[in-house]
């Protein structure tokens, strides 16, 4: 089992939609990043969290320590929103551990 | 404040060669960490530096080597090349080491091994 599951693996919606991706971890971390990774490989790092709630415009990130678990929601999403979102946990052992990401599809 | 650099940004190698890629960090960024991210594998932690010394490392075997210069700049190299060492390698710098430390991507080396 992965250190970091992400589901779903690939999301196709209609611009304007409400979006939510998922990730869960099994260790203890010390904060959890989420990534944007658009075509041709640039990353972005869109929220760090280590507790509680954080929102970026159109964006927001949650994680609840006590259940493992991060969600990353874009609210009226648009086509430019489109992209891969991967989630990544720093361990104990100060390493970045990224999940496999979700690859997101918005539709006009 | 100029963003993370890497060079080069594209590379085409064939098997047995060795490879040096670059990464200069945004100023006033003391630590680098580098990544391989493959179709198969996702992405993966090579190594860290910070102030000139590896302070972590992955799981690769050695032919993944890197150092670290007084100025920050990082360069990773790889020996005796082998067809699946083909990815994007990513470095990323931030203020300080791990924890609630924000990274900074650079936009990637792509290897080719032949």
């Known amino acids: 089992k992965n250190e970091v599951e992400q589901s779903p693996q690939n999301l196709t919606a209609q611009e304007g939609e409400f979006i939510t991706i998922n990730c869960s971890y099994s260790?203890?971390?010390?904060?959890l990043h989420w990534l944007q990774q658009h075509p041709g490989g640039g990353i972005v790092s869109l929220f760090m969290?280590?507790?509680g709630k954080k929102k970026h415009g159109r964006l927001i990130a949650t994680i609840n320590i006590q259940e493992k678990h991060s969600s990353l929601h874009i609210t009226a999403s648009h086509p430019r929103d489109s992209a891969v979102y991967i989630c990544?946990?720093?361990?104990?052992?100060?390493?970045?551990?990224f999940g496999t990401g979700t690859r997101l599809t918005i539709i006009p | 404040k100029a963003g993370v650099t890497q060079t080069p940004r594209y590379l085409i190698k064939t098997r047995g060669q060795q490879v040096t890629l670059s990464c200069s960090p945004i100023?006033?960024?003391?630590?680098v960490s580098w990544y391989q991210q493959t179709p198969g594998q996702g992405l993966q932690f090579l190594f860290e530096?910070?102030?000139?010394?590896?302070?972590n490392k992955g799981n690769f075997p050695g032919r993944f080597s890197g150092r670290q210069f007084s100025n920050s700049r990082s360069e990773m190299n790889v020996s005796t090349l082998e067809l699946g060492d083909s990815a994007l390698y990513l470095c990323?710098?931030?203020?300080?080491?791990?924890?609630?430390?924000?990274?900074?991507f650079g936009p990637g080396t792509r290897l080719t091994v032949l």
């Open positions: 990323a710098s931030s203020l300080a080491r791990g924890g609630y430390n924000e990274q900074f």
């Open positions: 260790v203890g971390i010390s904060a």
């Open positions: 969290l280590s507790s």
């Open positions: 990544a946990v720093r361990g104990g052992n100060e390493k970045l551990t």
């Open positions: 100023s006033g960024h003391r630590s």
């Open positions: 530096y910070f102030s000139e010394t590896q302070r």
